[in-house]
């Protein structure tokens, strides 16, 4: 079966230091990679997406960045955070052959607060 | 830009009631629907699925999918008071498996 992990699970940095979160997945391979964001009280925000080993588009423009230097692992990074990002960091992924069905799961998240 | 909309709630039942939760979506085309449950400071959790309009039904939970009025609901029966969390709204937009959130509504089961 199909496991994600996720670490750490949180996180308390001051403004301006570096982030580097990271999440790999087992049991399976190629698969299609996220990072979402869940500020408090609100939905979740596509951040990041990766179809492949290299492959990163981003969403939204921000202070962070993303990397997927092995087949099952995607790295979330910023080089000098800001209170803004401050949040609830969520990798997911999907498997690619199913199409359109496939189903999205989650890691366990790492709350990141930013000080 | 693609939107997903959901009453943010609380939405407050009595255990053992039905708990109706709605979304409805912006963008037309949109072909793969889901809901998942969410937990305070948990990740969120995959409930069900649908993809062609009608109901689907998954032990006390029921999708209901109206394609022509860019509507999706989820029906809890029997609702416990571990249904408690927040249910999100989440819709398939464009390639790639990308998923649109709503902000999610917060279902309270009272005993």
């Known amino acids: 079966s199909q496991t994600i992990h996720q670490w750490p699970a949180t996180l308390v940095q001051p403004v301006g230091s570096p982030l580097s979160l990271e999440c790999t997945v087992e049991g399976t391979s190629n698969p299609n990679l996220y990072w979402y964001r869940q500020a408090a009280g609100r939905g979740l925000q596509l951040l990041f997406y990766s179809i492949g080993i290299g492959q990163i588009s981003s969403e939204v423009p921000q202070n962070l960045s993303a990397s997927r230097p092995q087949d099952r692992q995607f790295i979330l990074s910023s080089k000098k955070l800001l209170l803004s990002d401050s949040g609830f960091y969520l990798c997911?992924?999907?498997?690619?052959?199913?199409?359109?069905?496939?189903?999205?799961?989650f890691g366990s998240g790492t709350q990141l607060s930013v000080l | 830009q693609k939107e997903v909309e959901q009453n943010s709630g609380p939405l407050s039942v009595p255990e053992g009631a039905i708990a109706s939760l709605n979304c409805t979506y912006s963008d037309r085309v949109s072909q793969s629907f889901f809901w998942y449950r969410q937990y305070s400071g948990k990740s969120p959790e995959l409930i069900m699925s649908?993809?062609?309009?009608g109901d689907k039904e998954d032990g006390r939970f029921t999708a209901q999918l109206n394609k022509a009025s860019q509507y999706v609901s989820l029906l809890i029966r029997d609702s416990q008071p571990s249904d408690s969390a927040t249910y999100l709204c989440?819709?398939?937009?464009?390639?790639?498996?990308?998923?649109?959130f709503g902000a999610g509504t917060r279902l309270a089961v009272h005993p």
């Open positions: 997911a992924w999907t498997r690619v052959r199913g199409g359109t069905n496939e189903k999205l799961f």
């Open positions: 649908i993809y062609s309009n």
């Open positions: 989440a819709v398939r937009a464009g390639g790639y498996n990308k998923l649109i």
